[in-house]
């Protein structure tokens, strides 16, 4: 009886020890678990468009559930709720664009002006899957033109993108949570984006309707750069 007792209370004492202690958790799964953050979210908070010395600043809000995602910069009210915004990007498998100053902006068709391979990090498994360990021997992720830099612990330090120029770099808090964005370009135009509130759950999206095909573009905008129509809204801004 008393070995029975003996090797119930072992048995025990080894399932407990199992569920209770310290569980290791492998490089893989930091790494996937840090991606999953920019897989699903909703945030919201202020951002400032800058230009050769001009600048402005609007409340905006941005959502991504896999690979769509929504950006929009807010006027009045909170958190802009009281009026249309001023300006919307939609990214999926095209990229849209709408804005009440300029109509005519639904009409571009922008999708190779953007570099959407650097503005989606989604599919976590697939990413580790296919690169985990060069990102975990690295802390570098390079496919094509866009470069990907991690912290040790896997945090998105960096993208940049070498056709266009875009450079974005990510800031944390010192509990390690996402505090804001600034993102540049070759073209003096920067931004910057501080979080006010960031959710890591998935978000209802709405989507903007798909441009029409560039040929159809109309002649005084079809060779608007993302870079000039950004110009146009902070020079439209500043003289309001």
């Keep these: 009886m008393k070995k029975i007792v003996l090797a119930l209370f072992t048995i025990v004492a080894i399932l407990f020890t199992a569920c209770a202690g310290p569980k290791r958790i492998s490089e893989e799964d930091k790494l996937r678990q840090e991606l999953q953050k920019w897989e699903y979210f909703k945030s919201q908070g202020v951002i400032e468009l800058s230009y050769k010395g001009f600048a402005i600043r609007k409340m905006f809000s941005a959502s991504k559930n896999g690979n769509q995602f929504r950006f929009d910069v807010l006027e009045g009210g909170?958190?802009?709720?009281?009026?249309?915004?001023?300006?919307?990007?939609?990214?999926?498998?095209?990229?849209?664009?709408?804005?009440?100053?300029?109509?005519?902006?639904?009409?571009?068709?922008?999708?190779?002006?953007?570099?959407?391979?650097?503005?989606?990090?989604?599919?976590?498994?697939?990413?580790?899957?296919?690169?985990?360990?060069?990102?975990?021997?690295?802390?570098?992720?390079?496919?094509?033109?866009?470069?990907?830099?991690?912290s040790k612990n896997y945090l998105l330090e960096s993208i940049s993108?070498?056709?266009?120029?875009?450079?974005?770099?990510?800031?944390?808090?010192?509990?390690?949570?996402?505090?804001?964005?600034?993102?540049?370009?070759?073209?003096?135009?920067?931004?910057?984006?501080?979080?006010?509130?960031i959710e890591y759950e998935k978000p209802q999206i709405i989507p903007l309707p798909k441009p029409a095909a560039s040929g159809n573009t109309l002649p005084d905008f079809k060779d608007k750069s993302i870079e000039s129509l950004l110009k146009s809204f902070l020079q439209y801004k500043l003289e309001q």
């Design 78 to 150: 909170l958190l802009g709720s009281s009026a249309e915004p001023l300006m919307s990007m939609y990214v999926a498998d095209y990229v849209a664009f709408k804005s009440p100053f300029i109509p005519l902006l639904q009409n571009l068709n922008l999708s190779q002006d953007i570099p959407i391979e650097s503005l989606s990090i989604c599919n976590p498994d697939s990413i580790v899957a296919l690169y985990g360990q060069e990102i975990i021997k690295n802390k570098k992720l390079i496919l094509n033109e866009v470069t990907v830099n991690f």
């Design 161 to 197: 993108d070498a056709k266009s120029g875009l450079i974005l770099k990510a800031l944390y808090n010192g509990s390690g949570k996402l505090s804001g964005l600034n993102i540049s370009s070759m073209d003096n135009i920067s931004i910057r984006m501080s979080f006010d509130k």
